[in-house]
Protein backbone atom coordinates (compact mmCIF):
# COMPACT_ATOMS: atom_id res chain seq x y z
CA UNK A 1 0.00 0.00 0.00
CA UNK A 2 1.13 3.62 -0.57
CA UNK A 3 1.89 5.82 2.50
CA UNK A 4 0.43 9.00 2.54
CA UNK A 5 1.76 11.41 5.54
CA UNK A 6 0.56 14.75 5.71
CA UNK A 7 2.28 17.58 8.01
CA UNK A 8 1.75 19.19 9.94
CA UNK A 9 -1.13 17.21 11.56
CA UNK A 10 -2.26 20.26 12.74
CA UNK A 11 -1.66 24.23 12.83
CA UNK A 12 -2.90 27.78 14.17
CA UNK A 13 -3.56 30.43 12.21
CA UNK A 14 -5.06 33.36 12.05
CA UNK A 15 -7.97 35.18 9.17
CA UNK A 16 -6.13 36.74 6.12
CA UNK A 17 -2.79 34.03 6.67
CA UNK A 18 -1.05 32.10 4.09
CA UNK A 19 -1.07 29.00 4.74
CA UNK A 20 0.66 25.33 3.38
CA UNK A 21 0.00 21.75 4.45
CA UNK A 22 2.73 19.05 3.00
CA UNK A 23 1.41 15.63 1.91
CA UNK A 24 3.96 12.51 1.11
CA UNK A 25 3.93 10.03 -0.80
CA UNK A 26 5.70 6.63 0.48
CA UNK A 27 6.34 6.06 -3.61
CA UNK A 28 5.62 7.55 -6.73
CA UNK A 29 1.88 8.88 -7.57
CA UNK A 30 2.63 10.88 -10.37
CA UNK A 31 0.15 13.70 -10.32
CA UNK A 32 -2.72 11.08 -8.84
CA UNK A 33 -3.44 13.13 -6.00
CA UNK A 34 -6.32 15.16 -4.62
CA UNK A 35 -7.16 17.01 -1.68
CA UNK A 36 -10.41 17.52 0.44
CA UNK A 37 -11.68 19.34 2.92
CA UNK A 38 -13.85 18.25 6.07
CA UNK A 39 -15.93 20.52 8.38
CA UNK A 40 -17.01 19.10 11.63
CA UNK A 41 -19.83 16.87 11.13
CA UNK A 42 -19.82 17.20 7.50
CA UNK A 43 -18.74 14.62 4.72
CA UNK A 44 -15.44 15.58 2.85
CA UNK A 45 -15.16 17.69 0.15
CA UNK A 46 -12.88 18.04 -3.12
CA UNK A 47 -11.00 21.15 -3.89
CA UNK A 48 -8.35 20.09 -5.79
CA UNK A 49 -7.71 16.84 -8.24
CA UNK A 50 -4.86 15.87 -9.94
CA UNK A 51 -2.64 17.71 -7.89
CA UNK A 52 -3.24 21.33 -9.00
CA UNK A 53 -6.71 21.23 -11.02
CA UNK A 54 -9.10 23.56 -8.84
CA UNK A 55 -12.61 21.21 -8.54
CA UNK A 56 -15.44 23.52 -10.33
CA UNK A 57 -16.70 26.66 -7.76
CA UNK A 58 -14.29 25.94 -5.19
CA UNK A 59 -12.37 29.56 -4.27
CA UNK A 60 -9.29 30.52 -6.15
CA UNK A 61 -7.54 30.98 -3.01
CA UNK A 62 -7.37 27.46 -3.12
CA UNK A 63 -4.33 25.99 -5.20
CA UNK A 64 -2.24 22.68 -5.03
CA UNK A 65 1.29 21.69 -6.49
CA UNK A 66 3.68 18.56 -6.80
CA UNK A 67 4.21 15.59 -8.73
CA UNK A 68 5.58 12.23 -7.79
CA UNK A 69 5.97 11.90 -4.12
CA UNK A 70 5.85 15.65 -2.85
CA UNK A 71 2.57 17.49 -3.14
CA UNK A 72 1.92 21.07 -1.34
CA UNK A 73 -1.82 22.75 -0.66
CA UNK A 74 -1.68 25.90 -0.55
CA UNK A 75 -4.31 28.42 1.10
CA UNK A 76 -3.22 32.17 0.02
CA UNK A 77 -5.70 33.71 2.20
CA UNK A 78 -7.41 31.95 5.34
CA UNK A 79 -11.17 32.73 5.42
CA UNK A 80 -13.26 32.13 8.44
CA UNK A 81 -15.09 28.99 6.49
CA UNK A 82 -11.55 27.61 5.90
CA UNK A 83 -10.94 26.47 9.45
CA UNK A 84 -11.15 23.03 9.16
CA UNK A 85 -9.28 19.50 8.89
CA UNK A 86 -7.42 18.88 5.34
CA UNK A 87 -7.11 15.21 3.64
CA UNK A 88 -5.09 14.72 0.79
CA UNK A 89 -5.46 10.71 -1.23
CA UNK A 90 -3.90 9.09 -3.99
CA UNK A 91 -5.57 7.76 -6.66
CA UNK A 92 -2.43 6.15 -8.62
CA UNK A 93 -2.80 2.42 -7.67
CA UNK A 94 -5.21 0.75 -4.84
CA UNK A 95 -6.27 0.22 -2.22
CA UNK A 96 -6.29 4.09 -2.41
CA UNK A 97 -4.76 5.80 0.91
CA UNK A 98 -5.59 9.14 2.74
CA UNK A 99 -3.20 10.94 4.59
CA UNK A 100 -3.91 11.05 8.54
CA UNK A 101 -5.13 14.84 8.15
CA UNK A 102 -4.02 18.76 8.73
CA UNK A 103 -6.70 20.38 11.11
CA UNK A 104 -6.05 24.10 11.22
CA UNK A 105 -7.52 26.01 13.90
CA UNK A 106 -7.96 29.73 15.05
CA UNK A 107 -4.98 31.39 16.42
CA UNK B 1 -27.79 18.05 -9.16
CA UNK B 2 -26.68 14.14 -7.82
CA UNK B 3 -27.23 13.65 -4.39
CA UNK B 4 -26.52 10.60 -1.84
CA UNK B 5 -28.61 9.46 0.82
CA UNK B 6 -26.79 6.57 3.30
CA UNK B 7 -29.44 4.54 5.02
CA UNK B 8 -29.16 1.33 7.51
CA UNK B 9 -29.32 0.21 11.06
CA UNK B 10 -27.14 2.86 13.55
CA UNK B 11 -26.35 -0.12 15.55
CA UNK B 12 -24.85 -3.75 14.86
CA UNK B 13 -23.58 -6.76 16.97
CA UNK B 14 -20.53 -8.03 17.08
CA UNK B 15 -19.87 -10.56 14.58
CA UNK B 16 -22.93 -10.06 12.62
CA UNK B 17 -23.22 -8.46 9.18
CA UNK B 18 -23.09 -4.45 8.99
CA UNK B 19 -25.71 -3.36 5.45
CA UNK B 20 -26.02 0.18 4.49
CA UNK B 21 -27.81 1.17 1.34
CA UNK B 22 -26.82 4.58 -0.59
CA UNK B 23 -29.82 5.78 -3.20
CA UNK B 24 -28.87 8.06 -5.87
CA UNK B 25 -31.18 10.71 -7.20
CA UNK B 26 -30.29 13.16 -9.81
CA UNK B 27 -28.35 10.23 -11.95
CA UNK B 28 -28.87 7.06 -13.71
CA UNK B 29 -26.63 4.32 -11.31
CA UNK B 30 -26.38 1.82 -14.17
CA UNK B 31 -25.27 4.21 -16.58
CA UNK B 32 -21.87 3.20 -18.10
CA UNK B 33 -20.46 7.30 -17.22
CA UNK B 34 -20.42 6.76 -13.65
CA UNK B 35 -18.92 5.02 -10.63
CA UNK B 36 -19.23 4.12 -6.73
CA UNK B 37 -17.35 4.14 -3.88
CA UNK B 38 -17.57 3.61 -0.37
CA UNK B 39 -15.38 5.29 2.82
CA UNK B 40 -15.97 5.33 6.47
CA UNK B 41 -14.54 6.98 9.21
CA UNK B 42 -13.85 5.59 12.47
CA UNK B 43 -14.97 8.53 15.69
CA UNK B 44 -12.24 11.18 15.85
CA UNK B 45 -9.60 9.26 12.62
CA UNK B 46 -9.23 10.20 9.64
CA UNK B 47 -10.58 8.38 6.19
CA UNK B 48 -10.38 4.73 5.13
CA UNK B 49 -10.89 4.00 1.18
CA UNK B 50 -13.66 0.87 1.30
CA UNK B 51 -14.43 -0.06 -2.25
CA UNK B 52 -15.32 0.97 -5.80
CA UNK B 53 -17.57 0.12 -8.18
CA UNK B 54 -17.55 0.94 -12.12
CA UNK B 55 -20.15 -0.30 -14.72
CA UNK B 56 -22.46 -1.76 -12.29
CA UNK B 57 -20.18 -4.82 -11.89
CA UNK B 58 -17.02 -4.14 -11.51
CA UNK B 59 -15.84 -3.96 -7.80
CA UNK B 60 -12.27 -3.15 -6.23
CA UNK B 61 -11.79 -3.21 -2.46
CA UNK B 62 -9.63 -3.00 0.29
CA UNK B 63 -7.54 -5.47 0.95
CA UNK B 64 -7.61 -4.97 4.71
CA UNK B 65 -11.36 -5.28 4.13
CA UNK B 66 -11.73 -7.87 0.98
CA UNK B 67 -12.67 -11.07 2.56
CA UNK B 68 -15.95 -9.87 4.39
CA UNK B 69 -16.95 -6.64 1.74
CA UNK B 70 -19.17 -6.94 -0.78
CA UNK B 71 -20.57 -4.29 -3.07
CA UNK B 72 -23.34 -4.29 -5.04
CA UNK B 73 -26.13 -2.81 -6.65
CA UNK B 74 -29.78 -2.16 -7.10
CA UNK B 75 -30.66 -0.45 -10.49
CA UNK B 76 -34.26 -1.01 -10.40
CA UNK B 77 -34.29 1.23 -7.17
CA UNK B 78 -31.22 3.16 -7.89
CA UNK B 79 -29.80 1.72 -5.14
CA UNK B 80 -25.88 0.69 -4.14
CA UNK B 81 -25.11 -1.45 -1.10
CA UNK B 82 -22.29 -2.02 1.41
CA UNK B 83 -22.14 -5.59 3.29
CA UNK B 84 -19.38 -6.19 5.94
CA UNK B 85 -19.77 -9.24 7.49
CA UNK B 86 -18.09 -10.60 10.68
CA UNK B 87 -18.18 -7.06 12.16
CA UNK B 88 -16.54 -5.76 15.57
CA UNK B 89 -15.97 -2.84 17.39
CA UNK B 90 -12.79 -1.71 14.88
CA UNK B 91 -15.56 -1.08 12.32
CA UNK B 92 -17.67 1.56 14.61
CA UNK B 93 -17.01 4.61 12.20
CA UNK B 94 -19.37 7.02 9.96
CA UNK B 95 -20.15 5.23 6.69
CA UNK B 96 -20.16 7.64 3.82
CA UNK B 97 -21.16 6.45 0.34
CA UNK B 98 -19.74 8.65 -3.15
CA UNK B 99 -20.02 9.79 -6.51
CA UNK B 100 -17.03 8.79 -8.12
CA UNK B 101 -15.62 11.32 -10.97
CA UNK B 102 -13.34 9.94 -13.65
CA UNK B 103 -11.89 12.28 -16.64
CA UNK B 104 -11.17 9.82 -19.39
CA UNK B 105 -8.76 12.41 -20.93
CA UNK B 106 -6.33 12.37 -18.20
CA UNK B 107 -7.43 9.70 -15.76
CA UNK B 108 -7.80 11.16 -12.84
CA UNK B 109 -10.66 9.58 -10.49
CA UNK B 110 -11.96 11.79 -6.99
CA UNK B 111 -14.77 11.75 -4.97
CA UNK B 112 -16.94 14.23 -6.56
CA UNK B 113 -20.13 13.97 -4.60
CA UNK B 114 -20.77 12.48 -1.19
CA UNK B 115 -23.29 11.53 1.03
CA UNK B 116 -24.01 12.60 4.43
CA UNK B 117 -22.55 10.07 5.97
CA UNK B 118 -24.56 7.52 8.42
CA UNK B 119 -22.63 6.88 11.87
CA UNK B 120 -22.70 2.80 12.62
CA UNK B 121 -21.63 1.59 16.07
CA UNK B 122 -20.76 -2.15 16.93
CA UNK B 123 -22.16 -2.81 20.00
CA UNK B 124 -23.96 -5.58 21.99
Known amino acids: DIQMTQSPSSLSASVGDRVTITCRAS??????LNWFQQRPGKAPKVLIYGASSLQSGVPSRFSGSGSGTDFTLTISSLQPEDFATYYC?????????FGQGTKVEIK | QLQLQESGPGLVRPSETLSLICTVSGASISSSSYYWGWMRQPPGRGLEWIGN???????YYNPSLKSRVTISVDSSKNQFSLRLSSVTAADTAVYYC????????????????WGQGTLVTVSS
Open chain 1, 89 to 97: QQSYSLPWT
Open chain 2, 53 to 59: MYHSERT
Open chain 2, 98 to 113: AHLYYDILTGYKYFQH
Open chain 1, 27 to 32: QSINTF
